[in-house]
């Protein structure tokens, strides 16, 4: 199913195809590798809310198509004797070939699309920063109906393609951290299945591996939902990256014993002074690193920072269900009536981090100072918060 | 199925009765409460190898009772018409009707079933210990057969009858370092369905509460085989004491909020200097609690200790079966063929252990010159290694 872009491999994690949004089902990963069509604005929504799609970079783009998927139907419900589709990622935008289109009401739809998405999960700030950026486009794209149309069909492509370049920018800053025969340990999926394809944490070692470097991986399976045993090790061994799936409470005496050269992970959200919320777990991480002497990465690109907020304490933590925790394949793992905390991330501070690996660079021991002056040094990519 | 012994509340986690070791077989834990008996000793291998016991005192007396069953097996062999049993915990041993028995036979026997009981498991040194202690009863028991029968039930009931003992003991001396109001983290399962029926580290839980203190306690599910969801949560939701599951990855950001007053765990095997093997997972509470100022107690009795090895390095550590982390009720939960590390046991070092909890008093800020000095005072309770 995968595919490439110059010499880099790439999954269809999620796309934009025949006027449809496309994604790999990742609740029915390792056992199947299925493709599934969203037509409606509230099966997008429900597929990001259960984790069919999941990784912040991922959250977003799918959000920018939801939103196109609407206006998608808006166009189909006036035309009488519609074509098959009017957008798709290869093809753009088709010809509108009735009338009644009016900017007002695409305006209106979209508006409700993005109050419909935004409540779909709260931590991850690509989410808004994808929604808001379209956003920005719907109101700004003019008076002309059907080129309204096209500008926000562009952005959503847009959205989607810088990111991946975004990601192999960043994998490309990362890799130079990784030397030949290191072993990393990872926490969750920042690969191709969290973003456009390729990866921000998994993403460093592709580039290092496509750089010949022997890397082996460890992989915590990532409780509850287990995205590093089901993902993180499906994607690497379809790479035939040597990987090892560990319980996450085993990475303790695997760091202890000098084995890990380097922890990398994604983020859902960084706040201004570098203090990064990601998934449960990965301060754990962070701690031993620190007891033990190992480098903590974090790989992610800048749409991931926030800097409207000044540090990880007023990141919002989701807390989800319990039956997350409570139960397996329907199987109760805790007696009848138990009471179940359930966080779906934590914040790691800055103070823990050896360095943020993003596309415009590597900022090490990040700082409220090293981050305001990387900010206002806009470089080549899109800037965050706005681009 | 529990009963009381003064004013404690036990449970029936293993025992012997009517001839047969009876066990709470805690792998059908918490859908189904089952006492099963086990009436071979390969049953009883199987038994403590798969699980159905387990927690480190709790192995040490069922492996006595293997012996003794093997025993009971031997005379039965040997009567013609036997008796419904020989050996009963409450009535301790029957007649012997026939002839036929030799104390080279016994001897011989018991020698063999320690042999396949040792090799069930190779970290917790209860086994060893109990192993050893029921061996040198059968040595050192004379030269009449049933005079050396029935010193071998009294070593087998007398080292559960002191296991619990032990317990209260323990549990009392650990119970002086909990407050009113305190809130409490543990890790896997050392309480009533680990020991002889009433806990180490949940001892002291149990014994605090006991005292009219309010404790909350939060429990880590404990992966791979979610020891804390199933059996802790079970046995204080039983006892009315408010509890809490959480995933092993969400125990970092709850120890960086504040809202733990104190870990406590058990132990599989201490060294002569205090390192001490607990389950998988141990060492990354220990860790955080250094990080985040909280107190860190093992809790576990003297024949935990084992001070024929100087430091944790020696401990041999059992590597489980892949399958207890790749599949889930049958389910797998990584991709086919995904190599998997399942150590069963982490080593924590005596330098982040804030104190042990025994049942001779409590050793603050572990040494092996504390350690050696508690040695040559043997108090009243059984040395290690040899009581």
């Known amino acids: 199913m995968e595919y490439r872009v110059e010499d880099h491999v790439v999954l269809p994690t999620v796309d934009y195809r025949a006027g449809r949004v496309t994604i790999i089902d990742q609740t029915l990963l390792p056992a ?138 960043l994998s490309g800053n990362g890799a130079d951290l990784l030397r030949d025969g290191m072993t990393v340990l990872t926490h969750c999926n920042a690969g191709g299945l969290a973003t456009a394809g390729y990866g921000t944490a998994l993403g460093v070692i592709y580039r290092a591996v496509e750089q010949g470097k022997r890397i082996a991986v460890y992989a915590d399976e990532t409780r509850p939902l287990l995205q590093g045993a089901r993902l993180t090790a499906w994607e690497l061994m379809k790479r035939g990256i040597d990987v090892t799936v560990l319980c996450d409470g085993a990475a303790a005496s695997l760091c202890a014993s000098g084995k890990i050269d380097a922890v990398i992970v994604g983020a859902d959200r960084i706040a201004g002074n570098g203090d990064t919320a990601n998934k449960i777990g990965t301060l754990t991480l962070a701690v031993l690193c620190g007891r033990f002497g190992i480098p903590f990465y974090v790989a992610a690109p800048w749409s991931t920072f926030d800097v409207s907020i000044g540090t990880g304490k007023e990141i919002p933590i989701e807390e989800r269900d319990a039956s997350e925790v409570g139960s397996f394949s329907g199987s109760p793992t805790v007696p009848e009536g138990a009471v179940i905390y359930n966080p779906a991330f934590d914040v790691t501070p800055a103070s823990l981090i050896t360095a943020i690996i993003t596309e415009r660079g590597v900022i090490t021991r990040p700082s409220a100072a090293k981050i305001a002056a990387e900010l206002s040094n806009p470089g080549d990519g899109p800037p965050p918060q706005g681009g």
């Open 32 to 169: 199947e590798e299925s493709l599934i069509r969203l037509s409606t604005l509230a099966q997008v929504a429900e597929a990001i809310r259960t984790l069919r799609v999941r990784g912040a970079p991922a959250i977003g783009i799918t959000a920018a198509y939801g939103m196109l998927l609407e206006l998608e139907n808006l166009l189909a419900s006036l035309v009488v004797d519609p074509p098959g589709y009017f957008f798709d990622r290869n093809e753009g935008m088709g010809s509108f070939p009735g009338g009644g289109l009016e900017t007002a009401r695409i305006r209106k739809t979209l508006a409700e699309a993005r109050t419909v998405l935004a409540r779909t999960r709260p931590t991850a700030v690509n989410l808004f920063w994808a929604l808001d950026r379209m956003s920005r486009t719907v109101k700004g794209g003019g008076r002309d109906p059907v080129a309204l149309c096209g500008a926000i069909a562009s952005c959503a492509f847009a959205i989607h393609e810088e990111e991946l370049r975004i990601e192999f920018a």
